[in-house]
Each structure stands twice: as structure tokens, then as C-alpha cells.
């Protein structure tokens, strides 16, 4: 059973970049499409944004033009690159599937973005 493990998260301040990685035991390719969500401070986990196995992308509102989702099929890897990070995007970031399995999500990397 494939699964999934999130890093690349830390400390930073407003407008810096991050770039997170999901690391998929078993092969990413099979797993079709993958997603990035997060989770804030007392706020539901949230989807950011999604890749098809197409190359077709969707991004929420709140992200656009600042967030930038890829995978490394070789590397069985899916990553997220985070620019001009703002303090509402302090959250836990989990990948999954999308839609999402229960069965994989992780424990996630943490993302603090400080004003």
C-alpha cells in the first residue's frame, strides 16, 4: 500500500519561498491525480491545489499566481513550490490524492510564516 510523506516545511517570513515534497512509497505515477491541502490554525483542511496526470492543474483562489504544483514521476515525488508566502498561509500541508484516501494521509509538514 502506497504511502505518502510530506517535507521542506519550516519558519519564515512574509514573502519568503518554500518548497515542500511528497515522497510516495510505491510508484506517483499510479496514483493518479495528487493534491496539495492544508490545514490552518483552527480552520477545516482545505485543498491548494491539484495535479492531473495530463499535466492539468487547478489552484485554489487564495494561491494563484503564487503557488506552483509539480511532480518527478521518476522520483515518485510531488512537490510544491510556495513564493511570496503570506501569514495566512501558515498551516499544516498534506498531500494526498485527489480526491483524497483516507488511507493516505500523513502526518504533514508544518509551514509558519511570520509577519
Known amino acids: 500500500q502506497a504511502q505518502l510523506v510530506e517535507s521542506g516545511g519550516g519558519f519564515i517570513q512574509a514573502g519568503g519561498s518554500l518548497r515542500l515534497s511528497c515522497a510516495a512509497s510505491?510508484?506517483?505515477?499510479?496514483?493518479?491525480?495528487m493534491g496539495w491541502y492544508r490545514q490552518g490554525p483552527g480552520k477545516q483542511r482545505e485543498l491548494v491545489a491539484w495535479?492531473?496526470?495530463?499535466?492539468?492543474?487547478y489552484y485554489a483562489d487564495s494561491v494563484k499566481g503564487r503557488f506552483t504544483i509539480s511532480r518527478d514521476n521518476a522520483k515518485s515525488t510531488l512537490y510544491l513550490q510556495m513564493n511570496s508566502l503570506k501569514v495566512d498561509d501558515t498551516a499544516v500541508y498534506y498531500c494526498?490524492?485527489?480526491?483524497?484516501?483516507?488511507?493516505?494521509w500523513g502526518q504533514g509538514t508544518q509551514v509558519t510564516v511570520s509577519s
Open positions: 494526498n490524492t485527489f480526491p483524497g484516501r483516507l488511507s493516505l
Open positions: 495535479l492531473g496526470s495530463s499535466g492539468s492543474t
Open positions: 510505491g510508484t506517483i505515477r499510479s496514483l493518479g491525480t
